[in-house]
């Protein structure tokens, strides 16, 4: 009796890497609630527009950088892949062939754009560089014609594009306006989803430096980076208060705290296990949990506020 062989559907969900269209999720809510706090507005049917149009854009990233990964010889070297880091196996096993995973990547990017055209159209056409950059930043992180990881600009690039960039566009949509506001309630989840790159890149450091993949892990040492990560968790938590005190968030927004005990368990794993590619998975699985448990408060918060 032999296993039943995967459809194609189940492959391509996989290679999506879907579990992680949360980082899309927590922004384009973020925004949402910001506009609805501050404005009154939402329109649900242009919620579910934008954030579709957020979730093509990263599966087109989490596709094109598999694709690249492949093509610099990343994925081939890399002996330490986990459930959070060294992208998916099946351009390395033969079960999708590259040209098939470029194409889908840009399937993905075009859908992406034409969902931003139309939201330009009935809304605002300030929504149209939103979503080039997005998809540049998208595109450009790991492409050899720039590789802003290899600039060691890759997590600036990756807090910008799933943070304050997200969050400004979903309030835009939302409100038809632009303001300073969602940049500034975008700052905690651009950490975090930071810290969610950072943390994955601990066990890919060996195969992205022989690749010439050289993000700040592979340019500090998983030491020093341990260091860096702590302080960015506590950074995170610290600019929830400071934006609570400028009036940025309301009260209630407070509770995105709450997750501070998971965060810590997080810190003391990665300064501890640092260099234990199978210690370290706990932490990765509690990164992406404080990710998602505070950008979903923060709006919770938010949305408490708009309808007292």
């Known amino acids: 009796m ?7 559907l189940k492959i391509w969900l996989l290679e999506l890497r879907a579990p992680f269209f949360t980082a899309s999720l927590v922004p384009t809510l973020l925004g949402a609630a910001i506009a609805w706090e501050s404005a009154g507005a939402f329109h649900p049917l242009l919620f579910v527009l934008t954030l579709i149009g957020v979730v093509f854009a990263h599966a087109g990233t ?7 990964d492949y093509k610099n010889g990343t994925d081939l070297t890399n002996k330490n892949r986990t459930p959070f880091n ?8 033969g ?16 859908a992406c754009a034409a969902i931003g055209l139309y939201l330009a159209y009935a809304v605002s056409y300030w929504i149209i560089p939103l979503v080039v950059v997005g998809i540049g930043l998208g595109y450009f992180y790991t492409s050899p014609k720039l590789n802003l990881a290899a600039m060691g600009v890759g997590e600036f690039a990756v807090g910008l594009g799933f943070g304050p960039l997200v969050v400004e566009g979903a309030y835009l949509v939302q409100t038809g306006e632009l303001s300073v506001v969602p940049l500034l309630a975008g700052l905690p989840v651009a950490f975090l989803i930071g810290l969610v790159l950072f943390i994955n890149q601990f066990p890919d450091r060996e195969a992205d430096s022989g690749a010439g993949k050289n993000h700040w892990v592979v340019r500090m040492g998983l030491q020093k980076a341990s260091f860096w990560y702590a302080g960015l968790m506590v950074t995170t938590f610290a600019t929830v208060v400071a934006l609570w005190a400028i009036g940025v968030y309301p009260v209630w927004s407070l509770a995105a705290l709450v997750p501070v005990a998971i965060a810590y368990k997080a810190v003391r794993i990665v300064l501890d296990k640092y260099g234990s590619v199978r210690e370290l998975v706990p932490a990765q699985a509690m990164t992406v949990q404080v990710h998602l448990t505070v950008g979903l408060l923060i709006s919770a918060g938010l949305i408490v506020a708009g309808l007292l």
């Not at 060294?86 to 096993?93: A, E, Q, S, Y």
């Open 2 to 8: 032999t296993d039943e062989k995967p459809s194609k």
């Open 62 to 68: 989490n596709v094109i950088n598999d694709y690249f």
């Open 86 to 93: 060294g992208g998916t196996p099946f351009l390395v096993t």
């Open 95 to 110: 079960v999708l062939a590259p040209k098939e995973v470029y194409r889908g990547a840009i399937a993905f990017f075009v």
